[in-house]
């Protein structure tokens, strides 16, 4: 959106464009975008920026190529499939988050007893909010690793993260794959953690980027690198101090002050390096999501000149 | 002399036929002109699509109509949901609907509930619906009905309500019974509005056939659908609209076939000799 | 049996009838007669209920009625909009006799009994639509004399057919009548007519309507066509009835209407 | 269409009066869990709140100019063209295998599509919106140019007008009533659609967009608040249009018998 | 100017006229009668271009006309489905003056006029629902009136008036029609009326309906309802024409109707 402006408004010399729509899933790892809009780290650069809500990586590819948004926070494993899809070219202009414990967690129902460890998910129904995705990509890591198989289309169920409770307790799915708030919520709602998901293959397994199109990149380098700069600076912020983090999620998501202060946060990354874009290369073709041989070069944009 | 009636008739079918339908070959020619040109992946020339659909759906065993195994573990229980949901919101939505076209204190009582529920999107009430009915196919049943009830029900709502009052004065007149008076002047009366409601409706059910298996489901065509969007498999949604598309048309034709024996009195009555 | 009291009816604020009063006997055919919108489909809609009259009542043997008096039966002046479009002319005229609990076999009988009495037997089958305007009239009556009620009221029901099969319908209509010893409340234009088919023909004046006439007709023996029309007292009725009407005619007058032909 | 006025508006309150108390006491007495599916009286005090909230005021005024306009589009479109393929035959014959192939076509799959045609949100919504409220229009359209009386259109025929005009003063006027319904019925549809396509497709506005919001924090009552602030829209619209054909469709209401 | 040539109709495989011959002078007013589903209104709607004959031509000034003929009025028998009830009954009758070129202003005053002329200037702002039938009758009657048209076909016109306003309808059209040269083809079961207002009577066979009779009217004098209806050579010519109309009326032998009364 918003009409390209070919003169910029900052002391950076002429932004290509300097009104920029960037889609965010409201969920921590977009925490940096705001921290850098409440502390002005755009307007320091010259550019306009404004949050567009998404549903999720792939809702916001087509928008992305269409060009009613100029960025996206978008996780790796949906963006791999896309960019091997054809769906469109990508380049992750800064990586934004890895996975800590506890972030993403498999529960079942507290008084099922069929199910106490990753081991027990044989065959059973177990519900993500995504299809083809890191979800499912946890999932059946997890499992694996615990000597089950998981049949992707018999067993994976999509909905909305807060619909879930629900249909654990009606026994819609026996287990659920779910983030905070939603861990602490279900939790108080009687169900209880099965596995963590993101611990053994998948620890500290990068999630979600930046991303633009390749074609933006190269039509706007100025933006792009004024872009990469105030978001350093907020992702740097956000690493060091949990308080920031803590300040700016109830302020783009309905997560209240109480329930930021104590959930499990993952790690912000203060720096974009093919080597840990490469392991999520190398995991999905490990899961036969994408073939071997899938080139993550294409995807790394170049760093930002300093200013 | 006879044999050349009929023969002639054949061939007037014919053309008819020729004439009725040109427009598919017509659009199929110039969509395949037109994303051949494009080349966008998001839009895949339709012959690629049948090739998909084909490979999908359609390379079975003859005993099986050729639909294969992974065709009618998709399509059975989805269309049976169609139906049935479809029906149910059929019977109800006209029933409700006569309730309150011809009792007036009931339509002023529950008007602006109904006003309300139907501007909900059916998205919405999904999470609601799992609170309420639980399990699988009854919310899903739950969400059909919810999601097409409402043109039958507002177009048997006017239609009751816009009998011509000559008809009805009538029926009063002479004393019909309260069933005579519903079964052989109100509904007759009401039926081409009620027919263009349930055609509406026939067409939503397989919307809301799709819209009922996002959520919560592992099975048929919705989530399929749902499967290839995830999946950046773009032929493979665009199967899926052809199917949902093909399937439109086919309910639509067996649609017009009853409509047609049903409302024969109305065609013949509003033509212009 | 029949008995109307000071009955009056307002259209919003435009009084259409005006305390009308009038007394029918069981058995007694009364026809009205007055000029056109001076409000006799008004009253004959009061009488069958489907208007609440604004004022004055309807007393049927006694009985003030509240809706559709019991055993009634109307021909309505627009027969075109009182005929079902999705029913044959037989199952139209069928439809009432649900009420009289006889099964289909002998609805349909007598449906075609009535039809074949005036003159349709060959478009029993045919629907509204495929017939002409004096057809659709003609089956609105087989629809009410097949239906034998106590009290029938008609609304120039004969309108629309040529003179003969007009002649043959009036006398149809006293035959059955008289059989079933019905009370007939017949509107109609044809002053000869009211005089013909009624026992006492009732003028209304100009809107609003009121009775400005009731004249009982006594005429000697069973009647014909032809000789009751060549009676003196049928002559000299006719023209009484003619004056009544045409000294309450409102156009003359007001508007000039007609004033250059006389 | 019932004469709106105050005795019926009183009913209609006693009626939604019932419900909800109804719904209440349901919920009070453990009928659901309370946790999952909040109370009536907590979900109307959000929605409540809601209207005091910038923040949803911003997206529902989005919301409401998008809708506004997906329906004027729909009307544009489905009504002309339901005239012109009620009127002409062969041309309803011609592209009735068009129409069913794309009615049943939901606008979830064809949302990711559709974006891509569109650099602007807005533009998308609207069409979402406009392709699934196109049909009862057009449906309804159809069937009541059909359903006009054939004497109607020979009388101004007779007179020597020509086709357009027996579209114009005759055909629309006449069908007006059955037209009427179906854009009753695009009206809700279009809120339906406008929604659902924020829903589906974000975007930085939009009360679809504030429920996905909400979403992210589990804030059910949020949630349903909003939810049933689009309900409520859906109730005043309904009551505005059928204002509306009570005004300009009083000799149908005269020709059709009154409800007992 | 009017010319039927061998004109059929048939309705499914229903034969409603059979080759029908008939020539039409410019000014000529031509009465047509018969029996009730001879044809009469099927004859009306295929010169109206209405309906496609199955067989024969219909031509005007020498040619063949397809669809409707230019510069035709119609006054259906079905009057009350031909008004439209979205519009007051100014506004009906001044819609078609719209052909006529006419801005509003004069549309009005000339459909004011129209009906003033047939009695209801105070009615113009009321709706058809709102009128009794003969109301509606004569609102549809001044329509075609008003537009001035060279040919008017008119079906039934009179048969929901009282007798007297009848008389004055007659006389209005005849005297706007010679005052503007029209040509009028009417359809009347009344045979009087026929003898009165024709210049010619034709009379049809009962269905199929072929041309039987066909009178030349050949009264002395302007007309005049009392005067005339009163020439010897009026009470012969509808002697003759009600004799040529009762021996085609098809009930008498085939369904027994009527028989009992004579
Ligand atoms: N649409 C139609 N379909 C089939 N048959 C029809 C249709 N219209 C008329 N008919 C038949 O054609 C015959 C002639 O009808 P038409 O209306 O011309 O008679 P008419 O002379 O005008 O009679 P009336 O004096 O009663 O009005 C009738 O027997 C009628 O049943
Ligand atoms: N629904 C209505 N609303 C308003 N006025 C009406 C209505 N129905 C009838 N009227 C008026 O009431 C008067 C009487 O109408 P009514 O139909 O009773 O006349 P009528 O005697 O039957 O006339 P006709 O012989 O022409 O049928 C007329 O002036 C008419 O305009
Ligand atoms: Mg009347
Ligand atoms: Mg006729």
Redo the contacts between chains.
Sequence with gaps: ?GEPESSATGGSGGLEKSAL?I?V???PDAAPIQIALDRGFFKEEGLDV??????GG??????L????LDAMLGNYVALF??Q?????KFKVVADSYQAAPDNFVIMAKGDNAAINTAADLAGK?I?VN????IGTLAVTATAKVAGVTINE???????????M???L?????DAIWVAE??IS?NA??GAKKVADSMAGPLENFPIAGWVMTDKFTSENPKTVAAFQRALAKAQTLAASDRKVVEEALPK?????AA?AAVIALGTYSTSLSEARLQRVADTLTEYGMIPAGFDVKALMAPAAPAQ | MASRQSGGRHVRRATSGVLRFWIVPVTLVLWELLTRVTESPYFPPPSRIATQFYDMWLSGPASQLLLTESALDTFGPSLGRLLAGWTIAGVLGIALGVALGRIRGLAEYTDPVLQFLRALPPPLLVPIFFVLFKIGTPTQLAVIVFGVIWPVLVNTTDGVRAVDKGFLETARVFQFSRYDILRRVILPSAMPKIFAGLRLSLSLALILMVVSELVGSNSGIGYSLLYAQQSYDYTGVWAHIVLLGVLGLLFNALFLVAEGRVLSWHANARRNV | MLELVDLSHTYGSYRAIDRVNLKVAQGEVVCIVGPSGCGKSTLLRSIAGLIKPTGGTVLLDGKPVAGSPENLAVVFQDYSRSLYPWMSALANVGLPLRRRGLDKKRRDAAAMAALEQVGLAGAAAKYPWEMSGGMQQRVSIARALAYQPKLLLMDEPFGSVDAQTREELEDLTLRVCAHHGMTILLITHDVDESVYVGDRVVVLSKAPGTVVGDLPVQLPGPRDQIHTRELEAFVRLRAEVGRLVRGMTPHRNTHGFGVETR | MPKVNGASLLRGLIGTAGLLAVLEAAGRLGAWDTERLPLVSTVLLRAGELLTDPEFLVSARSSLTTWALALLVTIAIAVPAGLLLGMVKPAEMAVRPLIEFLRPIPSVALIPLVILLYSETTHMRITVAVYAALWPVLINTIYGVRDVDPLAKETLRSFGFGPGSVAYRVVLPGAAPFIATGIRLAASVAIVLVVTSELIAGGIEGVGVYITIAQSGNRLDLMIGATILVGLFGILVNALLVAGENRLFRWHRARAGAAT
């Design positions: 959106t729509t889609g899933v409201a969920v404004k949050i567009s809500v998404e549903v792939a809702a916001a590819t087509p928008k190529v269409a060009g009613q499939l896309a091997q899809a054809g769906a469109g129904k519900a995504t299809l083809n995705a289309k018999e067993q994976y169920v999509a909905m909305p993260l807060p619909e409770g629900a249909a307790e009606t026994g819609t799915v708030p939603f919520a108080k709602a783009y998501t309905k997560i209240d329930t």
